[in-house]
Nanobody, 120 residues
Framework: QVQFVESGGGLVQPGGSLRLSCAASGSIFTIYTMGWYRQAPGKQRELVAT???????NYAEIVKGRFTISRDNAKNTVFLQMNSLKVEDTAVYYC??????????????WGQGTQVTVSS
């Protein structure tokens, strides 16, 4: 069983910053790709950013230059630094990880989500 603990969401004014973190724990042998996705009310879940175990990154066009994804492999933790936040960034943010378990199984899981609200 793998668990995720997300933190860092909250209410911020337009132009402000937030830093999300997501720590994975459990019977994990290695984590391949970690990422952040978000879902706004009435919309589908969408990719925000991903990062490989070798720290290669991929961003959605709408967050490029404003958001930075990073990870600490030793702590199985992924971060999302969000700057210059806009009202349209308001959503529930979910972390995701693709990992290998000690049993040899490869799987993927989602965090519970953390609310980010950008409003004046």
């Amino acid at each position: 069983q793998v668990q995720f603990v997300e933190s860092g969401g909250g209410l911020v004014q337009p132009g402000g910053s937030l830093r999300l973190s997501c720590a994975a724990s459990g019977s994990i042998f290695t984590i391949y790709t970690m990422g952040w996705y978000r879902q706004a009310p009435g919309k589908q879940r969408e990719l925000v950013a991903t990062i490989s175990s070798g720290h290669s990154t991929n961003y959605a066009e709408i967050v490029k230059g404003r958001f930075t994804i990073s990870r600490d492999n030793a702590k199985n933790t992924v971060f999302l630094q969000m700057n210059s936040l806009k009202v349209e960034d308001t959503a529930v943010y979910y972390c995701n990880a693709i990992y290998g378990m000690w049993s040899g199984t490869r799987s993927a899981s989602w965090g519970q989500g953390t609310q980010v609200t950008v409003s004046s």
